[in-house]
């Protein structure tokens, strides 16, 4: 399982909020320092989300995405606003590894599929989730600000055939908590779609790594080949020091 460490951007500072809610917002200083300190520290991806254009749709801090991507040495997954097909490209042009589509794959799925066929596993789909009172999960746009009206299920299962390179999954409710990881939730997209899935929200230690890497679920029918995480996104306890970056690394690759 990959450890993606996540740099958030909000009027081109880095930062972390709680559940998305911009009220609640802890700032990290310079992205471009922060990005180099995570790789020094020993992370192999990078995860960077521009919080701004997520809501708007405006890339107010496309140029810092695109400075990390020119300065980091080892790949990076980029989201937020990439609403075009214009953006997919500039963004993969400029040397960002894989884009996440979350507003505009909810929005029109057939775009996000074609996007995928484009680039193959360059294009990630990112799925960002509330759960209903049915225990459905619904997919949240425009920078979690709305539902989209449409499942977590349903769109997986648009987009089976796509070439897509990974579903970012983030439990919105457990995003930027330290409380832990939404295994239920995780374990339920594993059982829909063979597609690679990275989870996202809620680590908050070591122990939380382990528990995402030991993550197993057999594929329909039952007796069906096992899925495992293909990686998580971390962010708080990676920039508050609850857990060193080759710490997460081991944890990540602790057998299951």
């Known amino acids: ?14 930062v972390r909020l709680v559940q998305g809610d911009f009220g609640r917002e802890q700032g990290y200083g310079d992205p471009v ?5 995570l790789v ?47 953006d997919v490209d500039e963004l993969l042009g400029a040397g960002v590894a894989r884009v996440v589509l979350g507003t505009a794959a909810l929005e029109d799925p057939d775009l996000a599929g074609e996007l995928a066929t484009g680039h193959p596993d360059r294009v990630a789909l990112g799925l960002d989730y509330r759960r209903r009172d049915d225990g459905s999960l619904e997919a949240a746009a425009r920078g979690w600000t709305t539902g989209s009206g449409r499942t ?25 908590t330290l409380a832990g990881p939404d295994l239920d939730g995780l374990a339920g997209v594993l059982g829909l779609t063979a597609l690679p899935v990275v989870a996202s929200g809620g680590v908050g ?6 528990a995402l890497a ?40 602790t057998p299951g």
């Open 152 to 176: 977590v299920a349903e769109l997986l299962d648009h987009l089976a055939g796509a070439p897509l390179g990974a579903v970012v999954v983030t439990a919105i409710e457990r995003d930027g």
């Open 1 to 14: 399982m990959d450890l993606l460490a996540a740099i958030d951007l909000r009027g081109g500072a880095a």
């Open 205 to 210: 230690s070591a122990d939380d790594l382990r």
């Open 33 to 37: 320092a922060l990005a180099s300190r």
């Open 214 to 253: 030991g993550l197993r679920v057999a594929a329909p029918p039952a007796g069906g080949p096992v899925r495992r995480l293909a990686g998580v996104v971390v962010g708080k306890a990676l920039v508050d020091g609850r857990v060193g970056v080759e710490e997460a690394i081991a944890a990540c690759a």
């Open 40 to 86: 020094d520290a020993g992370a192999r991806w990078l995860h960077v989300v521009d919080l701004d254009a997520a809501r708007t749709g405006e890339p107010v801090n496309r140029a810092v995405v695109l400075d990390i991507a020119a300065r980091a040495t080892v790949p990076v997954q980029s989201g937020g606003g990439v609403r075009s097909a214009a």
